[in-house]
């Protein structure tokens, strides 16, 4: 009897046992169901049960390691999202190849400087276009080595410098294309510049050594010529201290020193008052300045005195190129926002060839350096007039003489 009992009960535990089993199972299934179709659906941690009924520690378990696992992820796209930011804002060309050369990736700027809007895909080559670039690609293929390369492309004005990085665990490669044209023209500008200032100070300084040895030499003793000779180095100094006030106030002018007090200006006052200032140098070299009749023009919006040493500069330009007997004509006339202010002569004119570079620092045509100068004046008009917020420029025709003109926006209060 005993033993039927035993055994009843026994039968009864492993019955038991095997309904427990069977519906935890059951329980697990429908609890990775889930968990499987939250992943599926790409739905976030947040729809897990908390709480599955026989499971509440592994399903606690299974949601903090799926929230950790989301906020990971999370991290990691913004991160993502900012290097892709960095990326489209740079101005240097990034571009990705794999070991194939196939681009994986590009930046904006690769299509700015290769005209290649649908980089990833193409080749390496298909997007350089060019062969040093693509030749310096290639030996960083084989020789696993960093590459750097330069390249001009005259017919796009363009210096292009490319670095080639080699990635040794897929076999691919990272390009690296800056565009170097703006730091080669301000290298060009500034070499220039250099040979400029030497070329101008190598003449009035020869001009004062010779002078000084023909004194030295015996022209003291002689009280008529060594008037005349320090009469010359007076001149020559001055010339010096006048390239250097210049070369001070252009310096100032382009780094913005010189801080414009602008307010309401009359254009007819303007052209008077520089008129005015310069009337007896035009009457010393036998010329008419005059002031065209002016209509109502709208006021514009100026630093007076800024604006008068403009036309003050090109009517002093306009003087010195123009024979005894010429003429100087000051005007003034209304465009759409703007006044366009004008100096015009009928002096020697200024070469097509020389024209379009005559507001650089001490580029001069050849008929001004016959006639003296620093070379700085236009370039100090250009930058006063487009710090005023205008434009300058110049038509001229050789042996019909030269107009100069600037645009000043007028004032709209």
């Not at 062969?131 to 005259?154: D, F, G, K, N, Y």
């Not at 665990?169 to 510049?193: A, H, K, M, N």
């Not at 010189?258 to 303007?270: D, H, M, R």
């Not at 005059?290 to 514009?300: A, F, G, N």
Request: charged share 25%; hydrophobic share 45%.
């Amino acid at each position: 009897m005993l033993f039927e009992i035993l055994l009843t009960l026994s039968l009864l535990v492993i019955v038991l046992l095997l309904w427990l089993t069977l519906r935890l199972r059951g329980r697990v299934r429908r609890y990775t169901d889930t968990v499987r179709g939250g992943i599926e659906a790409d739905q976030p941690a947040a729809v897990l049960p908390e709480d599955a009924a026989g499971l509440e520690e592994l399903s606690n378990a299974v949601r903090e390691l799926a929230l950790a696992q989301q906020a990971r992820l999370a991290a990691l796209d913004a991160e993502r999202g900012k290097l892709a930011a960095v990326l489209d804002q740079m101005t240097d060309g990034v571009l990705i190849a794999d070991a194939s050369g196939r681009v994986q990736f590009a930046n904006p700027a690769i299509a700015r400087l290769f005209g290649a809007p649908q980089a990833p895909g193409h080749t390496v080559a298909e997007v350089l276009r060019q062969h040093q670039l693509i030749e310096a690609w290639q030996r960083c293929q084989q020789s696993s080595e960093l590459q750097t390369q330069s390249v001009e492309l005259p017919a796009r004005h363009q210096f292009l410098q490319l670095i080639a990085i080699p990635d040794r665990t897929t076999g691919g490669s990272l390009l690296l294309v800056q565009d170097l044209t703006r730091v080669r023209r301000l290298e060009t500008v500034r070499r220039d510049f250099i040979s400029n200032v030497s070329h101008e100070l190598r003449t009035p300084l020869a001009s004062l050594k010779a002078l000084t040895e023909t004194l030295q030499e015996g022209a003291l003793e002689d009280p008529k010529a060594a008037r005349r000779f320090l009469g010359r180095i007076e001149t020559e100094v001055d010339a010096l201290s006048q390239m250097a006030q210049e070369l001070l106030e252009l310096t100032r002018i382009e780094s913005g020193q010189v801080p414009l007090a602008l307010k309401a200006a009359a254009p007819a006052a303007l052209l008077a008052s520089a008129a005015e200032r310069m009337r007896a140098q035009a009457e010393r070299a036998g010329l008419a300045l005059r002031v065209e009749p002016l209509p109502d023009l709208p006021e514009v919006l100026a630093d007076p005195p800024r604006l008068e040493q403009v036309l003050v500069n090109l009517i002093h330009n306009a003087l010195k190129f123009t024979r005894p007997g010429g003429e100087v004509v000051l005007s003034a006339a209304a465009q759409e926002g703007f006044v366009r202010f004008a100096v015009a002569d009928t002096g020697v004119g200024i070469s097509p060839d020389d024209l379009p570079r005559i507001f650089e620092r001490f580029y001069k045509a050849d008929r001004a350096r016959s006639g003296g100068g620093t070379g700085l004046g236009l370039s100090i008009c250009r930058h006063l007039v487009e710090a005023h917020g205008g434009q300058i420029g110049a038509e001229s025709e050789e042996g019909r003489g030269s107009t100069f003109f600037f645009t000043i926006p007028v004032d709209r209060e």
